[in-house]
């Protein structure tokens, strides 16, 4: 800070430098100074050490200060100035507006404060200031002087010196800026502020106006005669920039909300027709129906449900909404749940996935379902950008601390202009017209976030176009006990049979309604349902269910309504078993429901194995 101070003031001013208040104490007593520029915080004598021996010593008394300092608070800048320093600036500054403080410092030092203005002989000192400077006068705030500067910048011209402050600017009557610089006359204190509204007339009008201001008070040996200079920079302009660039950042937060309850509730949309069409698919399965047609109706479904999924994942973890269920877990655990999740694209587009990772050794802690969500993308936009029947390799090694695993493939490529824009939200190659490629380009940003959220890494080499793509996963490795051995994943339940189990199904979308209806009913369960809260309460009393399947977003009384009528009416001798079957499914909806009393929450659309799963699981 030395050196920079002395660089900047040396273009103008002879300057000697000295690395503390000691220093300086000897060095003001020794040559004489026209102004001290002294940071507070110097080793053995501080800045207000120095301000001490300065003015307790008649010779030195009168000696401008300036204190530097990094206490942006109000309280630090009083001390400075009670402590008896002239102008006080906070760290970070900016140079010109420490060069304008000098100036002015200097200025009024070589005008000698104790003389009368009219002895002075320094007037050109004073009119030359690079910045406005005004002199007044007395309890009236007689404008005595005005530098050139002022001039330029004010309603103030040369006839009206000697005119009182307020028969110039009436408008200033009962503002702060008058009785502002009577204090500083009346104590001697300067008076600093940042951005002082000001209210001006302008034309008809009064406009709201901001200024920079520093009120100075001019030492006399006569007590009458008080004099201020004012030196002042209007900054309107950067305060209304200011506002406007806050007003937007607003705007833009809103905004972003408003894009993030849209997606939440685009993906509810979405998600209730899909979900009786699948169930309704499903249902043909059970009853040997299945046709290649419907194959292709549910693959078509199960491509557009990855979709919804991927809109809703951006939304919740660009909002921190996303918490991550940690547990120890072997990386070879998490490739073959990515490879289940990936495998429909990868057979269907027949390429060949050969891994090279050990089962034990690779372990990390992390989120098993979200960390496979990581790899199946980066599977899914290897087989998408990779020609029919290509080779996709997975492979995985330890090395300095961390677990790194490599996905590489033989296709497309990325041209070297998009390696470090593909992991950015709607990022993708370009496409022909037909867009065979499919997809909203959100696969590799949601990877990126998962990623980061477990502290690790993922970048993308490419040697170019037609030169296959091999992305990077780095994790941190795990240290201490291994996980346990949980590599086998959960056998799919047979069809099911009961004892005519009761399910109640409210739904206002009749056809989801009807179509989970056919399938329990086929599995052996009887069913009613009910299109809205009001008549599921009145089904329930004499139907007497033992699972409810509860829509949330239902006409009359929602879902969570409707729970609590449910269970308060329920037959006491029965239990009643209530899921919520909706298209609501961010974590605040699932702790809604949970406190509700639902004892599982299913987002449509809903894989009906597993909703019989759920249903058998309770009924037991």
């Known amino acids: 800070m030395r050196t920079y101070l002395t660089r900047l003031l040396g273009q103008r001013w002879a300057v000697e430098a000295v690395p503390d208040g000691e220093a300086a104490l000897k060095a003001a007593k020794n040559r004489a100074f026209d102004l001290v520029v002294a940071d507070v915080m110097m080793p053995r004598v501080d800045g207000f050490g120095l301000l001490r021996g300065l003015r307790s010593d008649p010779e030195l008394s009168t000696i401008p200060v300036i204190m530097i300092s990094a206490g942006a608070s109000e309280d630090a800048r009083i001390a400075g100035l009670e402590a008896g320093a002239d ?8 140079a010109r507006e420490l060069l304008a403080r000098v100036s002015t410092r200097v200025a009024l030092r070589k005008l000698g404060m104790s003389i009368a203005p009219e002895r002075w002989g320094v007037h050109d000192v ?9 002199m007044l006068h007395g309890e009236d705030l007689v404008v005595e002087m005005a530098n050139s500067a002022s001039l330029s910048t004010s309603r ?44 001006l007339q302008n034309g008809d009008r009064l406009e709201e106006t901001y200024w920079n201001v520093i009120f100075a008070p001019l030492r006399s040996a006569s007590r009458n005669d008080r004099r201020v200079i004012a030196i002042y920079t209007e900054v309107t302009a950067q305060v209304e920039a200011r506002r406007k660039l806050e007003a937007l950042t607003i705007e833009l937060e809103t905004a972003s909300r408003t894009k993030d309850e849209f997606l939440a509730m685009l993906g509810h949309e979405l998600r209730n027709p899909l979900s009786p069409i699948l169930t309704a698919l499903e249902l043909m399965r059970l009853r040997g129906q299945y046709s290649r047609e419907q194959d ?32 120890r877990i072997e990386i070879a655990e998490v490739v073959a749940r990515s490879i289940e999740i990936a495998s429909p694209l990868l057979e269907q587009r027949a390429h060949r996935l050969e891994t090279d990772l050990p089962r034990r050794g690779l372990a990390v802690d992390a989120d098993l379902d ?35 695993v490599r996905v590489r493939d033989f296709g497309i490529g990325i041209a070297p202009d998009m390696i470090g824009k593909v992991f950015g939200l709607f990022v993708q190659e370009s496409q022909s017209l037909d867009r065979s490629r499919g997809g909203l380009g959100l696969g590799l940003a949601i990877a990126k976030n998962l990623v980061e959220m477990h502290k690790g890494t993922v970048a993308a080499f490419s040697d170019g176009p037609a030169t ?4 990077v996963v780095e994790l941190p490795a795990a240290h201490g006990d291994e996980p346990d051995d949980d590599l086998t994943d959960d056998g799919m339940d047979s069809a099911l049979r009961t004892a005519r189990k009761r399910i109640l199904v409210v739904d206002d979308n009749d056809d989801a309604a009807t179509m989970l209806k056919f399938a329990f009913e086929e599995l052996g369960y009887a069913v009613e349902i009910a299109n809205d809260g009001p008549s599921a309460l009145r089904i329930a009393k004499s139907f007497r269910p033992d699972v409810a399947l509860l829509d949330i977003g239902l006409p009359v009384m929602d879902g969570y309504e409707l729970a609590g009528r449910l269970l308060e009416q329920r037959d006491p001798t029965r239990a009643l078993h209530l899921v919520a079957v909706t298209g609501y499914g ?20 809903v ?13 037991s």
Do not use: C, W
Not at 87 to 94: E, G, M, Q, R
Not at 126 to 134: K, R, S
């Open 87 to 94: 102008d006080y600036l906070v760290k970070p500054f900016d």
């Open 468 to 471: 296959g793509t091999e992305m």
């Open 126 to 134: 004073f009119a030359h200031a690079p910045i406005p400077l005004i």
């Open 607 to 619: 894989d009906l194995r597993k909703l019989e799963r759920v249903v058998k699981q309770l009924v």
């Open 370 to 404: 979200r960390l496979a969500q990581v790899f199946a993308n980066l599977l899914t936009n290897a087989a998408k950008y990779s020609d029919q029947g290509s080779r996709i390799v997975v492979s995985a090694e330890r090395g300095d601390g961390v677990i790194r």
């Open 296 to 327: 292709i109706i549910e693959r078509q479904i199960s491509h557009l449900t990855r979709l919804v999924d991927d809109l809703l994942d951006v939304s919740r973890i660009t909002r921190g909404k996303v918490e991550l269920k940690k547990r």
């Open 156 to 199: 103030i011209d040369r006839n009206m010196l000697g005119v009182p402050l307020l028969e110039l600017a009436p408008e200033l009557t009962g503002q702060a800026v008058p009785e502002l610089l009577r204090e500083v006359m009346r104590t001697g204190v300067p008076y600093t502020e940042q951005e002082l509204p000001v209210k």
């Open 586 to 605: 961010q974590e605040a909806d699932l702790r809604k429901s949970a406190k509700a009393g639902f004892e599982d929450h299913l987002v449509k659309p």
